[in-house]
């Protein structure tokens, strides 16, 4: 059965940081693609970070780049989203995702969310 389990969230206030984290279950985690998504009220899901499956590659979006960092530990199956100097923008449901592909099959699966509240 696969999983991905986040943790880490909740309520910062602006400046500060959280750090989140991802433990998969159920799949080769080493060979998957891993990133982290978040939406906003109102708005829709967006690509945060991705990371490749050795971990060698990163890329952000432009909102976040300078703040956010995405990693991986390969032996623990986890992936983490280390985020500083937030703002109230980053106010959002963070959920970890895991791509990958098989022969001609691709995979894709979801955690169930982690809220992140940046206010004062």
């Known amino acids: 059965q696969v999983q991905l389990v986040e943790s880490g969230g909740g309520l910062v206030q602006p400046g500060g940081s959280l750090r989140l984290s991802c433990a998969a279950s159920?799949?080769?985690?080493?060979?998957?693609?891993m990133s982290w998504y978040r939406q906003a009220p109102g708005k829709e899901r967006e690509l945060v970070a991705a990371i490749t499956r050795t971990g060698l590659l990163t890329n952000y979006v432009d909102s976040v780049k300078g703040r956010f960092t995405i990693s991986r530990d390969n032996a623990k199956n986890t992936v983490y989203l280390q985020m500083s100097s937030l703002k109230p923008e980053d106010t959002a449901v963070y959920y970890c995702?895991?791509?990958?592909?098989?022969?001609?099959?691709?995979?894709?699966?979801w955690g169930q969310g982690t809220l992140v509240t940046v206010s004062s």
């Open positions: 159920g799949f080769t985690f080493s060979s998957y693609v």
């Open positions: 995702n895991a791509k990958g592909q098989a022969g001609s099959r691709e995979y894709d699966y």
